[in-house]
């Protein structure tokens, strides 16, 4: 059996009398890839920051990696990493400067170049971050997260506005990550996105779970209800076509 690595027991989150989250449970299992998925105002954004220990939660408990959310939250922010949005950088500084920041204020030794090769950037060392393109920003992104070595990476939505090929060369990023064993949270409005990256997958909606499994089960209850698409899906979708006929490489995205 998989190590439990987050567990959420009975979460509520109240903002007066409105009710954002509504009394859920679910665990995260170590090196996996969970997806919290939902609409706008399902209470998901919410429910993350407060394992991220950015909100405070109304009640319920909240365990990672074995340490209580309640009486150690400054050893939960340790192990874990958290994408920033794009004003999170400072504009003067190159790539090769903002990981040195970043990896002071982490106290940690970190050589700037290696983590830019993992992120296929370093023919951009000298650049700064508003000289970047959309997909170059969200892998820099994603390799700020690593530099405090985390147990746990967070990242909402991290290929929203991208093109097909950036899309993809972002999803082979989170497999690797993945593959050497850091646990991967994610939201993503993209249901290709959640099918081809997540392992298991919550689904919220009103401040509620209202599923919870992998992709591939949730698409055969589904099935198993008689459920058919109106139009017969072929073995390939246009997005396939596009990254067959333009190429998969790295490009300026």
């Given at each position: 059996m998989n190590n439990i690595i987050i567990s959420v027991k009975n979460l509520v989150k109240n903002y007066g009398n409105f009710n954002a989250v509504k009394n859920i449970s679910f665990d995260v299992y170590e090196g996996e890839i969970f997806g919290l998925l939902g609409p706008n105002g399902a209470g998901k954004s919410t429910t993350l920051e407060i394992i991220e220990t950015l909100r405070d939660k109304t009640s319920g408990e909240i365990i990672v990696d074995g340490i209580n959310l309640d009486t150690n939250p400054g050893a939960?922010?340790?192990?874990?990493?958290?994408?920033?949005?794009?004003?999170?950088?400072?504009p003067g500084l190159n790539l090769m400067e903002l990981i040195q920041l970043f990896a002071?204020?982490?106290?940690?030794?970190?050589?700037?170049?290696?983590?830019?090769?993992?992120?296929?950037?370093?023919?951009?060392?000298?650049n700064k971050f508003k000289e970047l393109s959309g997909g170059q920003k969200q892998r820099f992104s994603i390799a700020t997260t690593l530099i405090n070595k985390p147990k746990i990476i967070f990242l909402d939505e991290p290929t929203t506005g991208l093109d097909p090929q950036a899309r993809r060369n972002l999803w082979d990023l989170i497999k690797d990550i993945k593959r050497k064993g850091t646990t991967v949270i994610i939201t993503t409005h993209y249901m290709d996105e959640a099918e081809q990256l997540c392992d298991r997958i919550a689904i919220m909606d009103e401040g509620k779970i209202i599923s919870l499994n992998s992709p591939d089960k949730m698409i055969d209850e589904l099935v198993a209800t008689g459920f058919e698409r109106p139009k017969q899906v072929k073995l390939a979708n246009l997005e396939d076509v596009f990254i067959h006929l333009t190429g998969k490489d790295l490009r300026e995205s």
């Open positions: 939960i922010k340790k192990i874990i990493g958290v994408q920033l949005q794009t004003s999170g950088f400072y002071g204020l982490y106290n940690q030794k970190v050589e700037p170049m290696e983590f830019l090769k993992l992120v296929n950037l370093e023919d951009k060392a000298k």
